[in-house]
């Protein structure tokens, strides 16, 4: 917050170049990649649309996979802006199935599916997927097909490895694991991805690619950016590596798993039902039958002025959101899982009062 309190300065001026050199090669250490990283102006959804319009012209058939409400909401976006999206379904309770993907591209000898567009960490029913695994099946399948990833929520908070795992475009967002205010988002782009971007001829200017890259090359952009969140970036990428992200992802893994032991001790069962996949950016509840999540959900900021997250989509009252990503430790923590206990009480919800207590247990044991 203090680096952003700044005068903003001229952006076509020398003090300016400096920065943008600096955030614009800094930026590619959170990705683990070598390739360009375009920042632009707007929200995690305008990084989406930048993907999609940078690669893709009407009538294109990409495949994408629903883990949940994000993946559906790029899935709509995709629609909308004319592509023909397949959309592999799945019940909203565990990552990507990499092996169901693999065997769709089989069947697609004809290589007419341009991409894969999938979810990283899927922030409405968190759940993790392994992009790996997803690369390992477009190899397997010989198939020529983009990979997409929105790691919007993931990055910062989960491993992510955009050159190791042979991801084309990365998409995210700068107010998630990057801990800043919303405003600025991200297109991790490879040189196939590039090379795709330079054959396409659908119209598009904000978002373009081809119209950002030479400018970046000298550390600045086609149009006004952000300085302030800039600022912010530039400080808050050096705020990672001196925790060191190892570490910054270990944190968030212990924390996510002494809040599943909360939810269990609580007698809740949380969406993700796939051990390996659970996020460690947020947790998602149920509610028991009969019980409404929103209304919990109201007594909790009323009472504690705590904000849980909303169930989203299918999961519309029905669950709630508990967040612990970015710069949390074990105490905010605790006051968090605090708010939870006594809110299902004053809710009135049929629930343990045990979770607090086994959080601690968990945090005492694992604490260095
Ligand atoms: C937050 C989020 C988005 C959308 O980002 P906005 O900044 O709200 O536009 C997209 N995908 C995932 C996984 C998210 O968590």
């Not at 769709?104 to 979810?119: F, I, N, Q, S």
């Not at 890259?213 to 950016?225: C, E, H, I, Q, R």
């Not at 949390?328 to 006594?342: F, K, P």
Request: proline fraction near 4%; include cysteine.
């Amino acid at each position: 917050m203090r680096a952003m309190d700044m005068p903003i300065i001229d952006h076509r001026g020398p003090e300016f170049q400096k920065l943008g050199k600096r955030v614009l090669e800094k930026i590619k250490t959170i990705f683990k990649t070598r390739d360009p990283v375009f920042i632009f102006p707007s929200s995690g959804t305008g990084a989406w649309e930048a993907a999609l319009a940078n690669l893709f012209a009407p009538g294109d058939a990409i495949l994408m996979y629903e883990t949940g409400q994000f993946a559906t909401l790029w899935k709509n976006m995709a629609q909308k802006i004319g592509l023909r999206p397949e959309f592999m379904t799945s019940d909203w309770r565990g990552g990507i199935n990499a092996a169901a993907i693999e065997q769709r591209l089989r069947e697609d000898k004809e290589h007419r599916l341009k991409a894969v567009c999938v979810v990283h960490n899927e922030t409405s029913t968190g759940a993790t997927s392994r992009i790996d695994e997803v690369r390992g099946a477009i190899d397997a399948a010989g198939h020529p097909a983009l990979l997409l990833v929105d790691t919007v929520s993931g990055l910062g908070c989960a491993d992510y490895r955009h050159d190791e795992w042979g991801v084309d475009v990365s998409v995210s967002g700068s107010q998630k694991g990057l801990m800043l205010p919303p405003g600025i988002s991200f297109n991790a782009v490879s040189e196939k991805a590039l090379k795709s971007a330079r054959a396409s001829d659908t119209p598009k200017l904000y978002w373009s690619w081809e119209e950002m890259l030479p400018l970046n090359a000298n550390g600045f952009f086609a149009y006004t950016p952000a300085t302030g969140l800039l600022y912010g970036l530039d400080v808050v990428i050096d705020m990672m590596h001196e925790e060191g992200l190892d570490h910054v992802f270990a944190r968030h893994q212990r924390h996510a798993e002494a809040t599943r032991r909360a939810v269990a001790a609580w007698g809740l069962e949380t969406v993700c039902l796939e051990q390996r996949c659970h996020s460690p950016v947020l947790t998602a509840a149920l509610m028991p039958q009969g019980h409404s999540a929103d209304q919990f959900r109201r007594i909790v900021l009323e009472h504690f002025d705590m904000s849980l997250g909303m169930g989203l989509g299918r999961l519309a009252d029905k669950a709630f959101r508990i967040g612990h990503l970015g710069d949390i430790n074990d105490l905010t923590l605790l006051g968090a899982l605090s708010g939870v206990e006594m809110g299902l009480a004053l809710s009135g919800v049929p629930a343990g009062k045990g979770g607090v207590g086994a959080a601690m247990d968990y945090l005492r044991e694992t604490s260095v």
